[in-house]
């Protein structure tokens, strides 16, 4: 079976980070998000993955190639965004006239594929079925309605409920049949699967739903990006940390569970790492640091006595000696720090900035 991936947002919600690397190459556990998802497909037996590409399809063909985990890797290019259902008629060549899974790729999770794929083949006349994950307080998703059949009745957008409520949401996973290609519109411009196409098939009596029970994170926005890396961080390292090749700790350092280190990696003299922790190759660590549930990429420096906590850090960034960096707080590629600076919760910053005094309130520097 062949499975459609949408891969071409601009994924704004992570700027500055998204601005230079695409949504569906940021690491988790030092492996880009849609590497995971590749696999996980090849184990249900998906033999060929389209990737619907636009914003950033260089970086993203560069990288993949024609092939991974034994899947054969196609691309759908975009002249301009389609949203999440224009991806759909514009790979249709690539596609062809048998049912297929799709979904946003910026979804990490363990989803059972056969059996999503299953559940849509067991319900004659079903045009798609939509993967459900049931969510507290499901805020920014639309929540899904469905009967005792598993037919969806309707969907919800931003209901108002009690805290701590639990409904399903569309989790941006789905398999389709290709009759779905008749109810996109022909129109060279952004259109959208949840809001003008799958009313009218629940509308019809034609779309299904599946409950997937397991992990599942859109890793849209960065403290959900974070969450990601923990969930995984939970999978591979409970007990031990991980730590690659070629790495030079310090014997007086400490990398706690939950941390995953990357190749090349330096740690200095007293140095703290984790947990919840990730650090990218050729990452360098100086004496004396803490950095704590922070995800910092490939070849960041950090000089000695600093402590970064809860953030996420670009690669290349460098940062000098005795520097604070609090929860939240987004570091673009390149980013240089000077010693003594502070940066406090919420503050993001473009790639390749010099920030040479500390930085006290959530601001944004561009
Ligand atoms: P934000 O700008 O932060 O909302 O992120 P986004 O642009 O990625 O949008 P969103 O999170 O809604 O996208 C969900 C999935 O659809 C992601 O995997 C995106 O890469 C993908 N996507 C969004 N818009 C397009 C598009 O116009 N074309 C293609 N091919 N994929 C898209």
Known sequence: MKCLILAGGFGTRLRPLSCTLPKLLFPVANRPILDWTIENLAKHGIDEVILAVNYMAETIMRYFGTSRHGVIIRYSREKRPLGTAGPILNARKLLGDEPFLMMNGDIFSDINYSALVEAHRSKEGAVGTICLYEIENPGRYGVVDVDEDMRVKRFVEKPTLAPGTKKPVNAGVYVLDPSIFDYIPEEERKISLEVEVFPKLAEERKLY???????????????????????????????????????????EAKISNLTVIGDDVEIGKGSYIGPYTVLGNGVSVGEGCRIEGSILFDDVSVDNYTSIKGAIIGKSAMIGKWVKIEEEALLGDYVEVADNVTIVSGVTICHSKSVEESILEPTRIM
């Open 209 to 251: 739903a599946y409950r997937h029970e397991g992990m599942w994170v859109d890793i849209g926005v960065p403290a959900d990006y974070l969450r990601a890396n923990r969930l995984l961080l939970e999978k591979l390292a409970a007990e031990k940390p991980v730590i690659g090749e070629n790495a030079k700790i310090h014997p």
